[in-house]
Nanobody
Framework: QVQLVQSGGGSVQAGGSLRLSCVAS????????MGWFRQVPGKEREAIGF????????TYADSVKGRFIISRDNARNALYLSMTSLKPEDTGMYYC??????????????????????WGQGTQVTVSP
């Protein structure tokens, strides 16, 4: 059974930092694209950014560029999202996602959420003014 289990998140004041983790089991994603999305009520799930298979290339939405860093640890089958200088507009439910297809096709922002096969359960991030 494939699972992406997320942890981290929570509530923080504007300007603060948080780190999200996503640990996979049931499938090894070391040769697969992974990324992060977020969703707020009433809006579609939007891409935040993606990381190539070896972690050597990342792309981000302009809204988070310079503040968020996506990284991965293939030995642990894990994906991370480090968020700094958080803003109230960063509030939302955050999801990690992974593709079953090998390689880096579709692994650059904005990509397409329909390409991603496996999803974490979601983690709430709330940033207060």
């Amino acid at each position: 059974q494939v699972q992406l289990v997320q942890s981290g998140g929570g509530s923080v004041q504007a300007g603060g930092s948080l780190r999200l983790s996503c640990v996979a089991s049931g499938f090894t994603y070391s040769s697969n694209c992974m990324g992060w999305f977020r969703q707020v009520p009433g809006k579609e799930r939007e891409a935040i950014g993606f990381v190539y298979t070896f972690g050597d290339y990342t792309t981000y939405a302009d809204s988070v560029k310079g503040r968020f860093i996506i990284s991965r640890d293939n030995a642990r089958n894990a994906l991370y999202l480090s968020m700094t200088s958080l803003k109230p507009e960063d509030t939302g439910m955050y999801y990690c996602a992974a593709r079953r297809q090998y390689g880096n096709a579709g692994c650059s922002y904005p990509s397409d959420r329909a390409l991603f096969d496996d999803w974490g359960q979601g983690t709430q991030v709330t940033v207060s003014p």
